[in-house]
């Protein structure tokens, strides 16, 4: 059992900044691909961000492309999602997920590769 606990959600203006944390339970936190997803009011939950656990490997959504970059502490057990010029069109919750059998990182768009998911943090961006 892996649980997951994000973190760092707030309300910000556009432009401004925000980094989210995500504290992973587990032993082999490292050997796990780790994304962070969001989900806005009426709206299904949509991909940000994955990271590959051989290598690190980035990916992500093109509306956060050079905006967001998603890393990881493993020796923290903790994955972060730096989020900067934050648009009203990122409000959203935030949630993270961890995949612990290993898929290819083409694959870690998908929300059902996922076996762990957090309770979300919210973050709103306004105008």
């Known amino acids: 059992q892996v649980q997951l606990v994000e973190s760092g959600g707030g309300s910000v203006q556009a432009g401004g900044s925000l980094r989210l944390s995500c504290a992973a339970s587990?032993?082999?936190?490292?050997?796990?691909?780790m994304g962070w997803f969001r989900q806005a009011p009426g709206k299904e939950r949509d991909f940000v961000a994955a990271?590959?656990?051989?290598?690190?490997?980035?990916y992500y959504a093109d509306s956060v492309k050079d905006r967001f970059t998603i890393s990881r502490v493993n020796h923290k057990n903790t994955l972060y999602l730096q989020m900067n010029n934050l648009k009203p069109e990122d409000t959203a919750v935030y949630y993270c997920?961890?995949?612990?059998?290993?898929?290819?990182?083409?694959?870690?768009?998908?929300?059902?590769?996922?076996?762990?998911w957090g309770q979300g943090t919210q973050v709103t961006v306004s105008s």
């Open positions: 990271i590959h656990w051989i290598g690190d490997t980035t």
């Open positions: 997920a961890a995949d612990v059998d290993g898929h290819y990182v083409y694959t870690l768009r998908t929300s059902h590769v996922y076996d762990y």
């Open positions: 587990g032993r082999t936190f490292s050997r796990y691909n």
